[in-house]
């Protein structure tokens, strides 16, 4: 343990009470001479503006001991999940906060936050140079033993012996995998029979990978700054109110802008963090930087300028920062000076533009049913986009709804027999679509309710007097879909328009939040320097079906459930921190559709063929797999028990990107487009599974002689 941990340790309970005490009582100035008075300065505004902001949430939840002490618990989990980096009387220390949150809050006067800050310099000290020395001795593949892998099933170290225990298992397991990946790579199919001189070179190779992967680490923990806790803080606490009500830092604020709209102005480019530098992982189509032409992958890019400006070497610097500096306002100019393998470091400049995110629009194709020949339209909706900036200056943004009913007309002059709509995956966006693109379904009608913490209910109409498709349809969803992706499937599923299909339940994601720009709360000049302050993103409201029942928590049952590789994983609202509870209220009247189905002949159908049909088995088979997994959370490092263990899960990935499981590419994977062709889509869409399925359930429900009343 350092000086400084001692010293902390020492100070006891008695020192921070009083230390506690001195500062709520000590008034607030608006003038900042060094950063930290700043940070200071910056976070009391923050405080002030928060508090006034959440008396708009919809729990009416206090900001009292109860509210602190989740704040609490959840602060500690972002300070260290994996308990690696603290031990039990470091956290012990801390709990006096517990119920002190909603005094510091209060008062403005936040203490916890820079004492974590010094602690965690301190435990990341230690944490190194433990890594580091283990790291310096080999391991020994062949010995029985194993290690807890699920955090919430550990206690904090008790001692610093302990602690490096945790590490060394930790390290061993990963250097092991390592070491299995690169057998694979030099073609060795058998693990077990390496020469001895081979795997003793192979085994340091895998380590220093590990120890690399833990520089990087360390480094991106020793970047962060004290205002980076304050934020880290002021979260928690915002947590505490529901997992959605949310500080947003400008940054943050930034993304949550770019994923909505689905652009953003900049160069075009994604980029990486490597050994210190700022790498490009692709430039994307059309983009800006495609069309200046110089810019290629894998370039390096060292320093930042501004036009005319001189630039700014960005190695070391962390990636957010070296992004927040390339983007930049359209038509400005950026100028990149890259390093190239074979070149001498030059400058690229390139003039700003918008930035078109193909992959979060609406995407459809028709599809050919193999067998019979008939043909399906298939659209895709990654969210429910809309870029309210552009209608807030006049002109008509991007919106998912158009597109929606861009891709309906398309289909229908093709000529379908019934519709796919995919909405696995989709997180929601914005309510204005959800009840736009239902409408395109149900024509006129009411689509949701909306209820604030007062116990008013409102009506949430679609007004659209065409219906742009009235044929068979099939919603798929699963754990992933949420929020508006809920609504749309709950209204189609309440009004008998269409059959509902996938995972054991959508993820209950039915509360409605609000994005307070806490800029806008500053109203002296004197508090204007400490823009921008970010946002709160908070939950102000809640959703009930037209039937009455909350989307909150349980989430939408699917009327036909298919096997998913990940249905024992804890993935939904019910399984996380502080989340509200599902509630009814009444029912509103609306008027069911004219052509329901006969829902217990299609579900006896779909699980016949699901029965028998092999690719379900396999899913299923896998899901029984990960479940044993889930439930068995100590990790062999055996070196025969890893290798079982991998040989198990080989293929179970899927050929389809929907196909099995609902994790996205990586930025920098080799397949990760900026654009996807209707042809790839068919393809994949035809490998998948569960589409395949959904086609073969349109089909059942084409055939006239058992079209009667789906009393769902």
């Not at 092991?176 to 058998?190: F, M, T, V, W």
């Not at 400005?332 to 995110?357: M, N, Q, S, W």
Request: with cysteine.
């Amino acid at each position: 343990m350092t000086l400084k941990s001692k010293r902390f340790l020492r100070f006891g309970l008695i020192g921070l009470t009083l230390l506690l005490a001195v500062l709520f009582l000590l008034p607030a100035p608006m003038s900042a001479t060094t950063p930290e008075e700043f940070d200071q300065n910056r976070v009391r505004i923050l405080t002030y503006v928060l508090r006034r902001q959440v008396d708009s949430h919809f729990s009416g939840k206090a900001i009292d001991d109860e509210l602190s002490k989740a704040a609490f618990h959840l602060y500690i989990k972002q300070l260290d999940y994996q308990k690696r980096l603290l031990l039990a009387d470091e956290v012990e220390q801390l709990e006096i906060f517990e119920n002190h949150i909603d005094d510091e809050v209060n008062s403005g006067r936040i203490v916890l936050a820079p004492l974590t800050f010094r602690l965690l310099a301190n435990s990341i000290e230690r944490a190194e140079k433990l890594v580091g020395a283990l790291l310096e001795k080999p391991f020994v593949f062949g010995v029985a033993e194993d290690y807890e892998t699920d955090p919430e099933k550990l206690a904090f170290c008790l001692t610093e012996k302990e602690l490096s225990e945790r590490w060394r298992l930790d390290l061993k397991y990963r250097t092991l995998s390592r070491y299995l990946g690169l057998l694979e790579d030099a073609g060795i199919e058998d693990a077990l029979k390496v020469s001895t001189e081979q795997g003793v070179k192979l085994e340091l190779e895998a380590r220093d990978k590990v120890r690399k992967q833990y520089r990087d680490y360390f480094d991106r923990l020793k970047k962060e700054t004290l205002q980076d806790h304050y934020d880290r803080y002021l979260n928690a606490f915002s947590r505490a109110f529901d997992p959605h009500t949310t500080y947003m830092p400008p940054q943050s604020k930034e993304d949550f802008d770019i994923s909505m709209r689905g652009s953003l102005e900049g160069i075009g480019a994604t980029l990486r963090e490597e050994d210190g530098y700022i790498k490009v992982v692709k430039v994307i189509v059309g983009s800006a930087a495609d069309r200046q032409g110089q810019l290629h992958a894998d370039d390096v890019i060292l320093a930042v300028g501004q036009g005319k400006s001189e630039a700014i070497d960005v190695t070391d610097m962390r990636l957010r920062d070296a992004v927040a500096m390339i983007r930049g306002k359209k038509g400005t100019e950026v100028r990149l000076t890259i390093r190239r393998p074979g070149h001498k470091p030059f400058t690229v400049p390139i003039i700003r533009d918008v930035v078109i995110i193909e992959e979060s629009f609406v995407k459809s194709t028709l599809v050919t049913e193999p067998t019979s020949g008939v043909r399906y339209g298939y659209i895709k909706i990654p969210s429910f986009y809309r870029d309210f900036d552009s209608t807030r200056n006049g002109a008509e943004g991007r919106n998912s709804t158009d597109d929606v009913r861009t891709a309906l007309e398309a289909l229908d002059k093709q000529g379908i027999a019934g519709l796919i709509l995919d909405l696995r995956n989709n997180g929601g966006g914005a309510l204005t679509d959800a009840v736009g693109i239902a409408g395109l379904f149900l024509g006129n009608g009411p689509v949701v309710q909306v209820r604030d913490g007062d116990g008013e209910a409102k009506i949430l109409n679609s007004y659209t007097s065409h219906v742009a498709y009235t044929g068979p349809m099939v919603v798929l969803v699963n754990q992933f879909s949420a929020s508006a992706s809920e609504i749309v499937a709950g209204a189609l599923q309440d009004y008998g328009r269409a059959v509902v299909v996938g995972s054991e339940h959508t993820h209950g994601k039915g509360t409605v939040q609000v994005i307070m720009d806490l800029d806008k709360s500053l109203t002296l000049r004197n508090m204007r320097q400490y823009m921008p302050l970010g946002a709160l993103k908070v939950t102000t409201q809640k959703f009930y079906r037209v039937n009455g029942e909350s989307t909150q928590y349980r989430g939408v049952v699917p009327s036909i459930v298919l096997p998913d590789r990940s249905q024992y994983n804890q993935f939904g609202e019910r399984y996380l921190d502080y989340s509200l509870s599902w509630d009814q209220i009444a029912g509103v009247a609306y008027t069911p559709w004219k052509s329901p189905v006969n829902l217990s002949d299609l579900q006896s159908r779909s699980l016949a063929r699901v029965t028998d049909g092999e690719d379900f088995r396999e899913i299923q088979r896998m899901a029984l797999v990960m479940g044993e997994r889930i439930k068995n959370t100590r990790q062999s490092l055996l070196i025969d028990d890893v290798v079982r263990e991998r040989n198990d899960f080989q293929g179970m990935t899927g050929s389809s990107p929907h196909a099995v499981d609902g994790e996205s590419l990586p930025d920098d994977a080799e397949d990760s487009k900026s654009t996807e062709t209707k042809e790839t889509l068919m393809e994949s869409v035809l490998k998948d599974p569960y589409t395949k399925e959904s086609m073969a359930i349109l089909g059942d429900m084409t055939a006239k002689e058992r079209v009667v009343v789906d009393k769902r």
